[in-house]
């Protein structure tokens, strides 16, 4: 492996000072569970002079619900931590599916989400769920923190908006909407431990004891460079009563926000048909879980 | 680049090596501590024959740097027989037939190990699920879950 030194800041203050004589992007890649970082390093795809832990930070490390706020899910905080948390297995279904996709045990217990976010891979599965949940992103540097959202995190595969200085303190998902659901379904070859093909989270929100849709959010992995929200099928949702036509035309319409390529996972056309599978196929999954099977 | 000077536990030992700021936690253990039980197969996270416990959980030590295992508690294969007494788990994969050439047997003995500590009754599907992180190139897996349920039902 190429060589590099390596820090492990315990206070922000601590890690600010680190970061002050950043210049260079890439010059300083943070660690938390590694499970991309240290495979990018020796097939040469990073090449870091500096590896910084940050897990010893506290702030690091939070997993909290602020009323009024929402969740703070900190930077070093694993998927299997997160999946664990009562308020994501009741209030973020989709966040716990994701955590739950993302590799085998192993790397679950030490992959973070936000390992997942700040790696901007097209295909992380993390991040539709983070969209339809309406995420912010926070970033901290020595000039101080920004909060962004996640959907304009991202700047194509590999790369997203953070200076060479700053690195994500952790996300904010707000509170769902009332009478909310939220899930997440990727396409792979094989039952576990694969990149997908297609990836769709969708969140819905319904108006009390009825199927009228109050809010809908669809968002789509591996289908284009960047991850992306099905904006048309989301407008084309909202204030509707749902039917089954309702839903297969809303599947329909997530496909025209998919502008994915061909390589060895799969087609065109393939990619685009899983949009739709997978986008019906979560949409009902909501629906199921708000008790207004169809 | 100096080296870094890691203390840490390994099998309730503490230990303390000079590491390189780039070398895993798999080539530490392998080459600074000869604990050559952990093994190598892809380096990447992907086979799971490099499995070790980190704080109770199973972990690939081919994803972490050894300087990131200050402070924690690092258990290997060798540390799961007490002394002569084998753990339950490695007996059944000898009555159970559940390796041929043994290269992926240490990955699995700890996720099996780390899974049925937090898990003492799963079901069949709990212990595919657990042990999808690691891969045999030879058994064709049913010996080996097997073994890890009938661990499991003897209540070890
Ligand atoms: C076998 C295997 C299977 C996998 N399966 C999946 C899968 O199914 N789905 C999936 O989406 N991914 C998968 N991955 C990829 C990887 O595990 C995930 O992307 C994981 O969430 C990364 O988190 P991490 O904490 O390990 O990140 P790290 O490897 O520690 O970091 C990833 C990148 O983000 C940067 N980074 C980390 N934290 C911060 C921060 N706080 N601020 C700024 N930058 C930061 C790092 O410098 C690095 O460039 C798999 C990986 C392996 C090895
Ligand atoms: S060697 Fe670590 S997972 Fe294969
Ligand atoms: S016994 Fe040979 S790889 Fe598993």
């Known amino acids: ?294 | 680049m100096p080296k870094i000077r890691v203390s840490f536990i390994v099998n309730q030992e503490p230990v303390e090596i000079l590491a390189e700021p780039w070398q895993t936690l798999m080539d530490a253990l392998r080459e600074n501590l000869r604990l050559t039980g952990t093994k190598e197969g892809c380096g990447n996270g992907n086979c799971g024959a490099c499995t070790v416990m980190l704080n109770g959980k199973a972990i690939d030590s081919c994803c972490m740097l050894a300087a990131e295992a200050e402070g924690q508690n690092v258990t290997t294969v060798e540390g799961l027989a007490n002394g002569e007494q084998l753990d339950p788990l490695q007996q059944a994969f000898i009555d159970f037939g559940a390796l041929q050439c043994g290269f992926c047997t240490p990955g699995f003995l700890v996720s099996a190990r780390a899974f049925l500590n937090e898990n003492p009754n799963p079901s069949e599907q709990d212990i595919r699920f657990a042990i999808a992180g690691n891969l045999c190139r030879c058994t064709g897996y049913d010996k080996i879950v097997r073994a890890i349920q009938h661990v499991a039902d003897s209540g070890h």
């Not at chain 1, 040469?44 to 703070?72: A, F």
């Not at chain 1, 809010?215 to 099928?233: C, E, N, T």
Request: hydrophobic share 40%; charged share 20%.
């Open chain 1, 1 to 294: 492996m190429k060589a590099f030194s390596f820090t492990a800041p315990t206070t922000i203050k601590e890690m600010n000072e680190i970061l002050a004589n950043v210049t260079t992007p890439g010059e300083i890649h943070p660690i938390v569970g590694g499970t991309d970082l240290i495979e990018q390093v020796k097939t040469g795809r990073r090449s870091p002079s500096i590896v910084m832990d940050i897990k010893q930070i506290p702030e690091m490390n939070r997993l909290e619900w602020v009323s009024g706020e929402g969740l703070h899910l900190g930077a070093a905080v694993s998927c299997t931590d997160t999946a664990a948390f009562p308020l994501v297995q009741e209030s973020y279904e989709s966040i716990k599916e994701s955590c739950g996709l993302i590799g085998s045990v192993q790397i679950q217990n030490r992959a973070s989400i936000v390992g997942n976010i700040a790696n901007s891979a097209p295909s992380a599965d993390s991040v539709p769920s983070g969209l339809v949940h309406e995420a912010s992103v926070v970033l901290i540097g020595p000039s101080g923190t920004r909060t962004i959202p996640l959907e304009d995190f991202f700047t194509g595969p590999g790369r997203n908006v953070s200076k060479p200085n700053e690195v994500v303190l952790e996300i904010i998902l707000p509170p769902p909407p009332n009478n909310s659901s939220s899930h997440y379904l990727r396409f792979i070859p094989r039952n576990e431990m694969d990149i997908a093909v297609a990836g769709v989270a969708t969140l819905l929100s319904l108006a009390p004891g009825s199927r009228t849709c109050t809010k809908a959010r669809i968002a789509l992995a591996s289908v284009g460079p960047i991850p992306v929200r099905a904006k048309a099928a989301e407008t084309f949702l909202e204030g509707k009563d749902l039917t089954n036509d309702i839903i297969e035309k809303a599947a329909e319409t997530a496909v025209e926000s998919a502008s994915p390529i061909t390589d060895v996972r799969g087609s065109i056309e393939y990619r685009k048909n899983l949009v739709k599978v997978l986008t019906e196929n979560t949409l009902r999954m909501c629906l199921n879980s708000l008790n207004q099977n169809l």
